[in-house]
């Protein structure tokens, strides 16, 4: 009975825990970069596509992000003062935009690495 008891509890935790993450996030574009090189433009996926919130992932080995600047298709350029730094294989917090999101077409990255890493940028759609 115990075990029984436990299992539910722990599937009810797991349960709950992966339906608060649990969003519409959607690789949107991916860029390798050298440690060498200071800044990089990640071109989107979907070029005018609005999104309300994006985020990054690295893999092969950390990445500090000191700042983001993202491009809109109507011309517009949000700069967005936020460091952070990111593990290997985990992903920065996500950065949110105000109302109906924007079409992005491209995000200029200005970071810090010593190795080769892959940079993924995601994001959430805005609501049509």
């Not at 436990?6 to 991916?30: H, K, N, P, R, T």
């Not at 071109?43 to 999104?51: F, L, R, V």
């Not at 491009?71 to 952070?84: A, F, H, L, R, T």
Request: hydrophobic share 35%.
């Amino acid at each position: 009975m115990k075990k029984i008891t436990m299992f539910y509890l722990v599937w009810v935790i797991a349960f709950s825990i992966s339906s608060c993450y649990a969003q519409d996030w959607e690789l949107i574009g991916e860029k390798k970069v050298v440690g060498k090189k200071k800044v990089t433009d990640i071109k989107t996926n979907n070029p005018g596509t609005s999104y309300k919130k994006i985020r990054f992932g690295v893999k092969n080995t950390a990445l500090t992000i000191r700042k983001i600047i993202a491009y809109s298709q109507d011309g517009q350029k949000y700069e967005i003062d936020s460091p952070s730094y990111i593990k290997k294989n985990e992903f920065s917090p996500s950065i949110s935009f105000s109302g109906k999101g924007i079409k992005l077409i491209r995000v200029r990255l200005i970071y810090r690495t010593k190795k080769h890493v892959i940079v993924q940028l995601y994001g959430i759609k805005s609501p049509a």
